[in-house]
């Protein structure tokens, strides 16, 4: 990208302004060069969005099935069609290379169709009534209009995990992508507009966050808020949700475990520990954060993720071979030197990285070194706070009992991981984990077909998966006595 460009925010069908004219900047975490600038919606682009989405709700609800499927098809294939160009912006404005970027969008893209073919299996129930001359129908109806405040880690994905099953139920969606990375959602309405959703199915505004979600909360016609970010605003949403009784899914913060039992695959282990700690640079809510290792293996275990850590590339992610990008910002940046300065200072050792990151170039952004801390302590911030950052501090363990119990010692529970070679170990651990998700010898466990979400402080709901849509579908009981 050259000189920055401008973008408008997408409302009923059209490319829009900001009312009162203003913008917000988009700056490239890896350059800090100024990308592109946004319009600053606020309150009064927020209601004509509702506007839009709750005059568009009659016909698209009304729509069958197999029409909303096919047009969901058709965005998935217009996806598809542009992976490359979302992937690159994805890159620029979000920091994460390009090969992950492109993963990314083919994620993204995997929502809309599998929520295409979903569409065609909401099902009702026919229960036997007492008596001969009723018949008892129970039926299932899209909620209504959607607002969706969806987070910068993963720009495309977390705004098709909720738009494809909320449009598939027969919803209208007003999207509030996150300030840092509105390009990635912008190109998203753009493949919308393309594939033919209707005007005000689907509506995109860039802004101030609290404005926007303000109002979308206040709102009465807005029937469900989706929420992908941290904890501490997604009970703020679940407050606000009260005073007009709205549905809520929370995906909030996690802290995810990982047990590495004595009887593990110790490459397989490092391996898919790596993938989990080092995606995204660390900056996603699954990613592995407490690694308790068991201390007949931990040293083991230790020589080989350090062996993977040192192979992993840190620099811009459109240039060859960068595994790690920046991290999104400096407060983001700021929170990872906090975090190791204070284990290290009381008595961790860095074994790997440790400090800021300066890849050749001229980049100047928020690097970080990908890191390995051992000798950590429960009590230490890393092992209380979500990191958000590529470090992994180690903590040897005795027995299954106390590594279960350490792993559960979390207000978290969205993803926890456990390794072993052992099936009746593995099936115990997993049922005494309190998390939503758990990959058994299995670093990468989200998919669109299976349900994403957390136990805890980590969240309400569940997105993916036939769970997934349930969240946009109200049920109704129709009991009809027969003359
Ligand atoms: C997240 O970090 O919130 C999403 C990660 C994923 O979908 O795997």
Same mark, same amino acid.
């Given at each position: 990208?050259?000189?920055?460009?401008?973008?408008?925010?997408y409302?009923? #069908?059209?490319?829009?302004?900001?009312?009162?004219?203003?913008?917000?900047?988009?700056?490239?975490p890896?350059?800090?060069e100024?990308?592109?600038?946004?319009? =600053? /919606?606020?309150? =009064?682009?927020?209601? &004509?969005?509702v506007?839009? !989405?709750?005059?568009?709700?009659? !016909?698209?609800?009304?729509?069958?099935?197999?029409?909303?499927?096919?047009?969901?098809?058709?965005?998935?294939?217009?996806?598809?069609?542009? &992976? %490359?160009?979302?992937?690159?912006?994805?890159?620029?404005?979000?920091?994460?290379?390009?090969?992950?970027?492109?993963?990314?969008?083919?994620?993204?893209?995997?929502?809309?169709?599998?929520?295409?073919?979903?569409?065609?299996?909401?099902?009702?129930?026919?229960?036997?009534?007492?008596? /001969?001359?009723?018949?008892?129908?129970?039926?299932? +109806?899209?909620?209504?209009?959607?607002?969706?405040?969806?987070?910068?880690?993963?720009? /495309?994905?977390?705004?098709?995990?909720?738009? #494809?099953?909320?449009?598939?139920?027969?919803?209208?969606?007003?999207?509030?992508?996150?300030? &840092?990375?509105?390009?990635?959602?912008?190109?998203?309405?753009?493949?919308?507009?393309?594939?033919g959703?209707?005007?005000?199915?689907?509506?995109?505004?860039?802004?101030?966050?609290? $404005?926007?979600?303000?109002?979308?909360?206040?709102?009465?016609?807005?029937?469900?808020?989706?929420?992908?970010?941290?904890?501490?605003?997604g009970?703020?949403?679940?407050?606000?949700?009260?005073?007009?009784?709205?549905k809520?899914?929370?995906?909030?913060?996690?802290?995810?475990?990982?047990?590495?039992?004595?009887?593990?695959d110790?490459?397989? *282990?490092?391996?898919?520990?790596?993938?989990?700690?080092?995606?995204?640079?660390? +900056?996603?809510?699954?990613?592995?954060?407490?690694?308790?290792?068991?201390?007949?293996?931990?040293?083991?275990?230790?020589?080989?993720?350090?062996?993977?850590?040192?192979?992993?590339?840190?620099?811009?992610?459109?240039? %060859?071979?960068?595994a790690?990008?920046?991290?999104?910002?400096e407060?983001?940046?700021?929170?990872?030197?906090?975090?190791?300065?204070?284990?290290? *200072?009381?008595?961790?050792?860095?074994?790997?990285?440790?400090?800021?990151?300066?890849?050749?170039?001229?980049?100047?952004?928020?690097?970080? %070194?990908?890191?390995?801390?051992?000798?950590?302590?429960?009590?230490?911030?890393?092992?209380?706070?979500?990191?958000?950052?590529?470090?992994?501090?180690?903590?040897?363990?005795?027995? =299954? %009992?106390?590594?279960?119990?350490?792993?559960?010692?979390?207000?978290?529970?969205?993803?926890?991981?456990?390794? $072993?070679?052992?099936?009746?170990?593995?099936?115990?651990?997993?049922?005494?984990?309190?998390?939503?998700?758990?990959?058994?010898?299995?670093?990468?466990?989200?998919?669109?077909?299976?349900?994403?979400?957390?136990?805890k402080e980590?969240?309400?709901?569940?997105?993916?998966?036939? &769970?997934?849509?349930?969240?946009?579908?109200?049920?109704?009981?129709?009991?009809?006595?027969?003359?």
């Amino acid at each position: 990208m050259g000189e920055p460009i401008t973008k408008g925010i997408y409302i009923g #069908g059209e490319w829009k302004e900001a009312v009162r004219g203003g913008t917000i900047d988009v700056f490239n975490p890896a350059t800090l060069e100024k990308l592109a600038t946004v319009p =600053d /919606a606020g309150d =009064d682009e927020a209601a &004509q969005a509702v506007d839009a !989405a709750s005059s568009a709700l009659p !016909a698209w609800r009304e729509a069958s099935a197999y029409e909303r499927a096919a047009l969901l098809m058709r965005w998935y294939e217009q996806i598809m069609l542009h &992976q %490359e160009e979302i992937a690159r912006t994805m890159t620029m404005e979000q920091g994460k290379p390009l090969p992950e970027a492109r993963t990314e969008v083919a994620y993204a893209a995997s929502f809309i169709q599998w929520y295409a073919e979903e569409a065609k299996r909401v099902y009702g129930e026919i229960i036997p009534a007492t008596t /001969a001359g009723k018949r008892l129908f129970v039926i299932r +109806q899209a909620v209504g209009v959607v607002g969706a405040i969806t987070p910068w880690n993963f720009p /495309a994905a977390m705004i098709t995990r909720k738009a #494809g099953p909320a449009l598939a139920a027969g919803c209208t969606i007003v999207v509030k992508p996150a300030e &840092q990375t509105p390009l990635t959602a912008l190109l998203l309405a753009e493949m919308a507009e393309k594939a033919g959703i209707p005007a005000g199915v689907l509506n995109v505004i860039t802004g101030d966050a609290k $404005t926007i979600a303000g109002r979308l909360m206040a709102d009465g016609r807005v029937r469900k808020v989706t929420f992908t970010g941290s904890t501490e605003v997604g009970k703020e949403i679940m407050r606000g949700a009260a005073d007009t009784m709205k549905k809520i899914s929370l995906e909030l913060g996690g802290h995810a475990p990982v047990i590495v039992f004595d009887d593990a695959d110790l490459e397989l *282990a490092a391996e898919q520990t790596a993938i989990s700690k080092f995606r995204n640079a660390g +900056q996603t809510c699954v990613c592995a954060n407490r690694i308790y290792v068991h201390e007949s293996v931990h040293d083991a275990f230790e020589r080989r993720l350090a062996d993977k850590i040192a192979g992993l590339r840190v620099g811009y992610g459109l240039d %060859e071979g960068v595994a790690i990008g920046p991290l999104i910002d400096e407060s983001g940046l700021d929170k990872v030197k906090r975090q190791v300065e204070e284990a290290v *200072a009381r008595g961790a050792k860095a074994v790997v990285g440790g400090r800021t990151a300066e890849p050749e170039g001229s980049r100047r952004g928020f690097f970080y %070194e990908p890191t390995l801390l051992t000798g950590v302590t429960p009590d230490m911030q890393i092992m209380r706070e979500e990191t958000f950052g590529p470090v992994a501090p180690l903590i040897p363990f005795r027995t =299954d %009992e106390e590594a279960v119990r350490m792993a559960n010692d979390s207000v978290y529970g969205l993803a926890a991981y456990l390794f $072993t070679t052992n099936v009746n170990r593995a099936v115990r651990a997993a049922e005494g984990l309190e998390y939503g998700i758990v990959g058994v010898n299995d670093g990468a466990p989200s998919t669109a077909q299976a349900p994403f979400g957390g136990f805890k402080e980590s969240g309400l709901g569940r997105e993916g998966g036939r &769970q997934g849509i349930e969240e946009y579908l109200e049920t109704k009981y129709i009991s009809l006595g027969l003359g």
